[in-house]
C-alpha cells in the first residue's frame, strides 16, 4: 500500500530556511487525481495547512505562510518538497506530509493518507 | 478565513458508552467538512468526509452528520482505541482549509 515518509533536518536555526521531502512509497506519485500537501501541528497544538502541488506542478499556499513557502515535486524520485524561509520559533512543529483527495473539484479536499511526521526545531 | 470550533474540549467518557463531538464553522461550509482521530505520536487517521461518508476501514461506530455550520461526530459504543484526539476540517472554503481545535475523548 501506498506510505508517506517526511525527511529532513531536525533543527533549523533561526532566520535560515526549513527544507523537507516527502518519499511516496507503494505507487506513483502520479496516479490516481491526488494531490500532496504539508501540514503541521506545533507541540500540543492543532493542525495547520501549508499548502499542496498537484503533480502538474500546480500550487496552493496558506496566505499565511505564502510568502515564505515554496513547495516543489519531482516526479522521477517520487517525492514532493517543502522549503519554508526565514523560520522563527515559531515555525517549531511536526511537520507531516499528506496526500488530498476530493470529490468536488471547486473544494479543496480532505486527507485521506499522512506520513507519520517530523519534529522540527527552530533554536540557534 | 473560516475558524472552526469544536466543542468540548475535552470528554470523559466510560468505555461502552456513546461519544457526542460537536464542530460548529463560522460560515457555512455546505457538507466539505472530514472528521479525523489522532492518538498520542501518532499522524492524524481520517475518519470521515463529506460529513457523513466513513474513510475505508473506519468501524460502523463512527458517523458524522450535520452541514451548513453545525457537524456532529457520535462514536456509539466507545472501545479502549478510540480514546484520542478528535479534528474537524472544512475544506469548502480555501485556502487555506482550516482545522478545529480538537476534542479529546478520555477515559471516565
Known amino acids: 500500500q501506498v506510505q508517506l515518509q517526511e525527511s529532513g533536518p531536525g533543527l533549523v536555526k533561526p532566520s535560515q530556511t526549513l527544507s523537507l521531502t516527502c518519499t511516496v512509497s507503494?505507487?506513483?506519485?502520479?496516479?490516481?487525481?491526488?494531490?500532496w500537501s504539508w501540514i503541521r501541528q506545533p507541540a500540543g497544538k492543532g493542525l495547520e495547512w501549508i499548502g499542496r502541488i498537484y503533480t502538474s506542478g500546480s500550487t496552493n499556499y496558506n496566505p499565511s505562510l505564502k510568502s515564505r513557502v515554496t513547495i516543489s515535486v519531482d516526479t522521477s524520485k517520487n517525492q514532493f518538497s517543502l522549503k519554508l524561509s526565514s523560520v522563527t520559533a515559531a515555525d517549531t512543529a511536526v511537520y507531516y506530509c499528506?496526500?488530498?483527495?476530493?470529490?468536488?473539484?471547486?473544494?479543496?479536499?480532505?486527507?485521506?493518507?499522512w506520513g507519520r511526521g517530523t519534529l522540527v526545531t527552530v533554536s540557534s | 478565513e473560516i475558524v472552526m470550533m469544536q466543542s468540548p474540549a475535552t470528554l470523559s467518557v466510560s468505555p461502552g458508552e456513546r461519544a457526542t463531538l460537536s464542530c460548529r464553522a463560522s460560515q457555512s461550509v455546505s457538507s466539505n467538512l472530514a472528521w479525523y482521530q489522532q492518538k498520542p505520536g501518532q499522524a492524524p487517521r481520517l475518519l470521515i468526509y463529506g460529513a457523513s461518508t466513513r474513510a475505508t476501514g473506519i468501524p460502523a461506530r463512527f458517523s458524522g452528520s450535520g452541514s451548513g455550520t453545525e457537524f456532529t461526530l457520535t462514536i456509539s459504543s466507545l472501545q479502549s482505541e478510540d480514546f484520542a484526539v478528535y479534528y474537524c476540517?472544512?475544506?469548502?472554503?480555501?485556502?487555506?482549509?482550516?482545522f478545529g481545535g480538537g476534542t479529546k475523548v478520555e477515559i471516565k
Open positions: 507503494g505507487g506513483s506519485i502520479s496516479s490516481g487525481s491526488y494531490y
Open positions: 476540517q472544512q475544506y469548502n472554503n480555501w485556502p487555506p482549509v482550516t
Open positions: 499528506a496526500r488530498g483527495d476530493y470529490y468536488d473539484p471547486t473544494t479543496l479536499g480532505y486527507f485521506d493518507l
